[in-house]
T-cell receptor
C-alpha cells in the first residue's frame, strides 16, 4: 500500500499571501489529521476530518482551515501568512478512531 | 496550555543501556496513549500505544508503563542501539484529537 503523500514538499511564501497544502491518505483511510511542527512549539494538532466533516479542531486561529473531499484527500489552507507560520506541516491518516495514525513526510513552509 | 508534559528534553545513553522517557497528562478523558519515533526529515512513526485499562505493554525492546492514578506513562527502550537515536514523542488523544509532548531527543552512543 502506498503511504501518505503530501504535496508540495517545500514551499516559500511571503507575508500576507495564502497557501494550500495537499494530503492524500492511505487507500481506505477516512480520517485525516493535520499537525504543525515547529522547534519552539513542537507538534500541535490543527484539525481532523472524517468523511468530509471536520470532527476535531485544535487551538489555531481561523486563518487555518481545511477540507476533505469524497475520496478522503484533504487540503489545508492558511490565509494571510505570518512569519510565525513557518513550520513543517504534517498530515496523518487512519482508518478510524484510535487506529494507528500514519504520517506523511510533511510540507516545509517558509514564510519570508 | 500544554496538556502533555514530556521529560527529559534530551537523553544520552550508551549502547546496550536502558532509555527511559516520561510523560504526564492532565485531561482524564484521554483514552489512547501512543509513542512516536521521528527521524530527521521524516514524519513521526508509531512505535507502541496503550489504552488506560492496561498498566503495561511490551513490544520487542519497547515497553510502555502506564499509571492511571498518577496520570503518567513512560517509554522504556531496553538494550538501546545507535539506530534508536531519534526524537521520541508521547501523545494522548480523545477520538483522534491528539496532543503531543514536546519530544525527547535520544542519542545512543556506540
Amino acid at each position: 500500500k502506498a503511504g501518505v503523500t503530501q504535496t508540495p514538499r517545500y514551499l516559500i511564501k511571503t507575508r500576507g499571501q495564502q497557501v494550500t497544502l495537499s494530503c492524500s491518505p492511505i487507500s481506505g483511510h477516512r480520517s485525516v489529521s493535520w499537525y504543525q511542527q515547529t522547534p519552539g512549539q513542537g507538534l500541535q494538532f490543527l484539525f481532523e476530518y472524517f468523511s468530509e466533516t471536520q470532527r476535531n479542531k485544535g487551538n489555531f486561529p481561523g486563518r487555518f482551515s481545511g477540507r476533505q473531499f469524497s475520496n478522503s484527500r484533504s487540503e489545508m489552507n492558511v490565509s494571510t501568512l505570518e512569519l510565525g507560520d513557518s513550520a513543517l506541516y504534517l498530515c496523518a491518516s487512519s482508518a478510524g478512531v484510535h487506529n494507528e495514525q500514519f504520517f506523511g513526510p510533511g510540507t516545509r513552509l517558509t514564510v519570508l | 496550555q500544554q496538556q502533555v508534559k514530556q521529560s527529559p528534553q534530551s537523553l544520552i545513553v550508551q549502547k546496550g543501556g536502558i532509555s527511559i522517557i516520561n510523560c504526564a497528562y492532565e485531561n482524564t478523558a484521554f483514552d489512547y496513549f501512543p509513542w512516536y519515533q521521528q527521524f530527521p526529515g521524516k514524519g513521526p512513526a508509531l512505535l507502541i500505544a496503550i489504552r488506560p485499562d492496561v498498566s503495561e505493554k511490551k513490544e520487542g525492546r519497547f515497553t510502555i508503563s502506564f499509571n492511571k492514578s498518577a496520570k503518567q506513562f513512560s517509554l522504556h527502550i531496553m538494550d538501546s542501539q545507535p539506530g534508536d537515536s531519534a526524537t521520541y514523542f508521547c501523545a494522548a488523544s480523545i477520538s483522534n484529537d491528539m496532543r503531543f509532548g514536546a519530544g525527547t531527543r535520544l542519542t545512543v552512543k556506540p
